[in-house]
């Protein structure tokens, strides 16, 4: 195939010949794919962003605890305050057989935490090992609790990533360190990056510190109480259908009416990654029209620039024409003059905006762990690119049937 590089220097001289009207119609075009890449980049690298709030955490997951209740109920007012405990565990392990996982959780109102001079608010959170398969840890240094951890109430503990950035700000290892809290030394058996900031219980994200529950029972002297219950349902159920069977088996144990939603709260994490599903479907079809709708006025402005530009040459035209020209050779003089300019000022703005976008991922890494890849994939820089191209055609093809149109008789007599 030979590549006719007199067709390439004539284009080249027609669109520099106007430099600022090449300019300003290629720069609709450029911020068009711009805004477009720009934003199907953005708008991944955001859902990572929201979803990391609830990263690790089951999706068939339901929490539970007690509120005031806010019906009467066999003698008792409303507004009665209760607690659950430990036999509401075994109670719902026998009698909902669809539920996995059953993890009782307790909270203190919070402490300081200390090693060496330094010092950190954290939340303190009592746990059964198997709570790790409902809020699955990224564990950075260490382990997690296990069931000798329980069976033995060992002083050890879990921090999360703002403990240890506060508390070691040299960086390094610190299992087999003890901090202090509430006076009382603990020994750090591992630190968890788990950053479920969207659902954490007792204490801000990155603060949590985790301790066995039956250490914590003792320490803190809560006997038997249970502040929270996590449970998970069996694969293929759906927690909202288990949701009044878990009332019922809890109210019934503490004189709760089960139908008392107030009373006996049922957090299932479902409806959230739910709502969250619908969020995203809503921001995906509002960046597809925001970027396309940007694309097309861009072409249209292609269009039109190419239209006045075939008109100042109606006479150049209508002297290709006589000289042999066929209307083939002048369709295709136009539209690969439309191709060129959409495609390099296309190009240009993929260019630009994949550079945006790396800005952003560089901005959003810590400790070498990217925390959101705002990156477009190959595909999708692609499906850009051809879009452009079949733009270029689009936009060229009015122009060029004005220019085929054009006869060298009339062409002669335009001034």
Not at 178 to 185: A, E, G
Request: proline share 3%; charged share 20%.
């Amino acid at each position: 195939m030979r590549i006719d590089l007199d067709n390439y220097r004539e284009i080249l001289d027609t669109l520099t010949r106007n430099k600022s009207r090449s300019f300003l119609t290629g720069f609709g075009v450029f911020w068009g794919v711009f805004m477009l890449v720009a934003l199907i980049g953005g708008g991944q690298g955001l859902k990572e962003l929201l979803n990391q709030n609830f990263e690790g955490f089951a999706t068939n997951s339901a929490m539970v605890w007690a509120q005031p209740t806010s019906k009467a109920y066999k003698g008792f007012r409303k507004g009665r305050y209760w607690h659950m405990d430990y036999k509401d565990v075994d109670k719902l392990k026998r009698r909902i057989p669809e539920l996995d996982v059953v993890s009782p959780m307790l909270f203190s109102n919070g402490g300081t935490a200390y090693y060496g001079d330094r010092k950190t608010s954290v939340g303190v959170n009592g746990v059964l090992p198997a709570y790790q398969h409902i809020n699955s840890p990224k564990m950075f240094y260490g382990r997690y609790l296990n069931e000798m951890d329980v069976a033995q109430h060992r002083k050890v503990c879990v921090i999360g990533k703002k403990t240890y950035k506060d508390l070691f700000p040299g960086g390094g290892d610190p299992c087999g360190k003890f901090i202090r809290v509430d006076s009382i030394y603990y020994q750090i058996v591992g630190v968890d990056y788990n950053v479920s900031g969207g659902i954490s219980f007792g204490s801000e994200a990155g603060t949590t510190m985790l301790l066995p529950i039956t250490l914590m029972q003792q320490t803190y002297n809560r006997g038997n109480q249970v502040d929270m219950i996590a449970v998970t349902g069996r694969p293929g159920v759906v927690m909202s259908t288990l949701a009044p069977r878990i009332r019922e088996t809890i109210g019934r144990a503490h004189l709760v009416d089960a139908t008392d939603e107030q009373g006996i709260m049922v957090f299932n994490t479902e409806v959230l990654f739910q709502l969250l599903d619908s969020l995203f479907k809503g921001v995906n079809f509002l960046i597809w029209l925001v970027g396309l709708g940007t694309l097309l006025a861009g072409a249209i402005g292609v269009s039109n620039i190419m239209m006045v530009t075939v008109r100042e040459r109606t006479i150049e035209i209508g002297i290709r024409r006589a000289i042999g020209a066929t209307p083939r050779m002048i369709l295709s003089q136009i539209i690969s003059e439309s191709i060129v300019l959409t495609m390099v000022a296309g190009m240009s703005g993929i260019l630009f905006a994949v550079l945006i976008l790396q800005m952003l991922e560089m901005g959003n890494t810590e400790d070498g762990i990217v925390a959101a890849h705002f990156q477009v994939g190959f595909w999708t820089a692609l499906s850009a690119a051809f879009a452009i191209a079949v733009m270029g055609v689009l936009a060229g093809l009015a122009p060029a049937a004005r220019a085929m149109s054009i006869k060298p008789v009339d062409a002669m007599r335009d001034e």
